[in-house]
Structures are given as structure tokens and as C-alpha cells.
């Protein structure tokens, strides 16, 4: 019997306590987000925004002018969902096409002056919201909490690839 089928059989304390670990952090990490998701959702609706859009505005205004492909990137979103958010944010006059200095072929997308307000009004909605969660925690905690939580983020943005939304199950 090789090695990997007997670690399989058998796993090692460690690899106990590791996928005991993977479990909660999925369980923990999935109440987060939901929570996030509600609050995004009900801090943005009243922008006339949905969350697709408002973070694609919101990538638009923090990180400047791209091109859907690079927005889509950023989205982890294929491209012709990116551009359906931009062709509703272009209706609404929050975003605007211009020419790409670096590729004639394609054009950058950016915010409008009215969707920069847009998502400066909703951010500090959210930040004022923030501020009060963070408030319950020592300012030593609040600095491990942010750093692990962005090395959490970076580590899981390392792994993801945006490949147009293939199955895993597919093939």
C-alpha cells in the first residue's frame, strides 16, 4: 500500500486538526459573508445599485480607468457579465467609455463624476458602520484582525482563477 493511500486510511493528528480547522474556517467565513452580503445589499439598494454594480464602480473608482477584461479580473467575472454591469451602470450615467492610450482596439472604463459621488456616499455609510464593530476591540486586536484577515484575502485571491465560470464537477 503506498504512502498516500495509508495517509488516507489513517490520517495524522495534524491532518485531523487541519480539516477540523478547514471546516470552521469555511463555516465561519461563509456566516461572514452573508452577513456582509445583507448589509452591502440593504447600505446599497437605496443607491438605486445593485452589489455587482456597485462594486464594479467601486473598482473603478479606487483603482482608476481599465478595460472590461482587466474589470472582469478584478470581479473574478467573465467578461460578458462585466459588461452587462457596465452597460447598466453606462444607463445610469455612472460610469463613462474613453479612448485606451495603449490599445486603440479598446477603450477604458471610469467612473463618472456622479458615480465617483455615488460610491464615496455609500463607502462612508459602510465605513461609519465599521467603525462601530471595530470599536468593541482593543486597537492591538484591530491590527492582527486586519492583518490576518488581508493575508487571509491575498491568500485566497493566489488561488482563484477566472476562467468564465467553469463547473470543477464538469471535467
Known amino acids: 500500500m503506498s504512502s498516500t493511500t495509508m495517509k488516507t486510511i489513517n490520517p495524522s493528528p495534524a491532518d485531523a486538526v487541519l480539516e477540523e480547522q478547514a471546516t470552521a474556517l469555511y463555516r465561519v467565513l461563509t456566516d461572514l459573508i452573508r452577513v456582509y452580503q445583507a448589509r452591502d445589499r440593504d447600505r446599497i439598494c437605496c443607491h438605486d445599485l445593485t452589489i455587482s ?5 467601486e473598482a473603478l473608482v479606487r483603482d482608476g480607468p481599465m478595460t472590461v477584461n ?3 479580473g ?3 467575472l467573465d467578461k460578458s457579465t462585466t459588461s452587462r454591469i457596465i452597460n447598466a451602470l453606462d444607463r445610469k ?3 463613462r467609455r474613453e479612448p485606451n492610450p495603449d490599445d486603440r482596439r479598446s477603450l477604458l472604463l471610469a467612473a463618472s463624476s456622479t458615480g465617483e459621488r455615488r460610491v464615496k456616499a455609500i463607502l462612508a455609510s459602510i465605513v461609519q458602520q465599521e467603525k462601530h464593530l471595530l470599536a468593541e ?3 492591538e486586536v484591530r491590527s ?3 492583518e490576518l484577515i488581508g493575508r487571509l484575502a491575498r491568500s485566497a485571491a493566489s488561488r482563484v ?4 465560470g467553469v463547473c470543477c464537477c464538469l471535467g
Open 144 to 146: 492582527a484582525l486586519l
Open 53 to 57: 454594480q456597485c462594486h464594479a464602480l
Open 70 to 72: 482587466d474589470l472582469a
Open 93 to 95: 450615467r455612472l460610469t
Open 137 to 139: 476591540f482593543d486597537a
Open 161 to 164: 482563477t477566472v476562467t468564465g
Open 74 to 76: 478584478h470581479l473574478y
